[in-house]
């Protein structure tokens, strides 16, 4: 899930929802001389859409998760977590428009940094051995392994005669 806004400033916004983080990018300039910030916050898993609202004085992010709501404040090139819920009463609400993942979008055009893979914690945890089918044999087994001279097959060191084809095995 990912959703894109359009400042009046000319910045454009970026919301993307990776495992329980939410991650804000906020990008500026022409695509040649493109400025972002990325910042990573922990929200928790969306429960809709974020919600952004425009006040007087500052752009409002809020996130609703199944864990908690969450509000960002976004002035001029910051982006912060809001401790209590803003005033919004008079504030506008920008229209979100959703769009591909940061990731993928960015890729191609992002020559600041590296990406940051740190919030990359979707891998499933599950891990499968497989049944433990493979017969290894056992060591002593294999010290004391011997081959019937006529047909080839294993034998034990016991055996007087080959199981496999009866032939009298060697001392
Ligand atoms: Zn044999």
């Known amino acids: 899930m990912a959703y894109q806004c359009d400042l009046e400033t000319g910045q454009r916004l970026y919301l993307e929802n990776r495992g329980t983080q939410t991650v804000v990018r906020l990008t500026s300039g022409s695509d040649r001389q493109q400025q972002s910030q990325q910042s990573n916050f922990e929200t928790g898993n969306w429960r809709s859409p974020p919600k952004v609202f425009r006040t007087a004085t500052e ?20 982006i912060g977590m809001l ?20 990731a993928s979008s960015f890729k191609p055009i992002e020559p600041m940094k590296p990406m940051q ?31 019937c001279a006529q047909c080839g097959e294993s034998v034990r060191e016991s055996d007087r005669f080959c199981s496999h084809c009866g032939t009298k095995l060697a001392d």
């Open 117 to 147: 893979m740190g919030d990359m914690q979707m891998q499933p945890m599950e891990m499968k051995m497989g049944t433990m089918h493979m017969k290894m044999g056992a060591p002593d087994a294999q010290s004391t392994h011997r081959f």
């Open 59 to 78: 752009i409002i992010l809020r996130i609703d998760s199944a864990q908690k709501q969450s509000f960002l404040s976004l002035q001029a090139q910051r």
């Open 83 to 102: 401790n209590t819920s803003p005033d919004l009463t008079d504030a506008d609400v920008l229209p979100l428009q959703s769009t591909e993942s940061i």
